[in-house]
């Protein structure tokens, strides 16, 4: 870890915020790779790839919404000290001030890594294909930044490709021949799905709190009718109050799909890949997969 480099920022912001940090201290170097993480999907990203090679921390907290997140002044010294930082710019504004702050020098921006495989969906980890290729930049930041054991690097790399691979073709197969393509969400965080052959149509916009129009609601309503929609999908960390309405006043079903965003007390036993899977099973059920 670059500690001076982090205790400068720490510096930096007690002289402007004074006693503020007073309980925070730097940790001692032990050796290894240090790796700060945006959010949960980066941060399983890098656990993969690192192995035990690396102590991965996560600025957002299990059971926090990422895009609401807010920086301590301790957080922001230790995205200054790491020795690699994982984000995704344009989802998390306080990490974005922070890694330009900081200039890391071993960083990957995951958002410009997947964009090439999902456009502009902000939400590129819901994407296998895309994951893979962010796993491939973390691999190559980690051997510039620790080329000691590059060799170890490549090779988690290699298994977290094939557990990737895997899952895409497990989408493949389970959604390839199903009554319906089209899928009402709540909010717009699922067009990873497109590569699937789905159609998602959200309640919201690409905000869970977004209130929808009436007039887009009516027009959901049609679509749902003609589609022969059966199930609205909620999400893990956000109200299911708006879908389970919509499903209420049109008699369908409801059930809930994971944006994988982050972690809960519901699913702290589950990591990314089991959490794909519980999604693929949730949309084979509602749509009607065989």
């Not at 990422?66 to 994982?86: F, S, Y």
């Not at 790399?157 to 895409?168: I, N, S, T, V």
């Not at 199930?231 to 309405?245: C, D, G, I, K, W």
């Amino acid at each position: 870890m670059n500690i001076s480099r982090g205790l400068a920022v720490v510096a930096s912001a007690v002289l402007v915020g004074g006693p503020v940090l007073a309980g925070c201290s730097a940790e001692a170097d032990d050796g290894r790779t240090d790796v700060v993480a945006s959010f949960y999907p980066l941060a399983y990203v890098a656990e993969r790839v690192a192995g035990k090679h690396a102590d991965v921390e996560t600025l957002t907290r299990p059971g926090t919404e990422p895009h609401d997140l807010e920086l301590t002044l301790h957080q922001i010294a230790g995205v200054a000290g790491a020795d690699v930082v994982v984000y995704s710019r344009g989802l998390q504004a306080a990490v974005d001030d922070a890694v330009d702050q900081a200039d890391p020098e071993h960083v990957v921006d995951a958002d410009q890594q997947a964009r090439p495989l999902v456009g502009d969906d902000p939400h590129w980890w819901l994407d296998p294909v895309a994951v893979a290729a962010v796993a491939a930049a973390v691999s190559d930041q980690l051997t510039q930044a620790d080329p000691a054991h590059a060799a170890d690097y490549a090779k988690n790399l290699e298994g977290f490709r094939a557990d990737l691979e895997k899952l895409d073709r497990a989408y493949r197969q389970g959604l390839a021949d199903c009554t319906r393509n089209t899928v009402v969400v709540s909010h717009d965080a699922f067009g990873a799905l497109e590569r699937y052959g789905l159609t998602t149509v959200a309640i919201n916009g690409l905000s869970p709190d977004a209130e929808p129009s009436p007039a887009h609601l009516r027009e959901l309503s049609g679509l749902i009718e003609t589609k022969g929609i059966t199930t609205v999908f909620s999400e893990a960390l956000a109200s299911p109050e708006l879908a389970q309405t919509l499903a209420d006043e049109l008699g369908l079903a409801t059930a809930v799909l994971d944006p994988i965003e982050g972690l809960s007390d519901q699913t702290a036993d589950q990591d990314y890949l089991s959490l794909m899977r519980a999604n693929l099973a949730a949309l084979r059920k509602a749509n009607d997969c065989r």
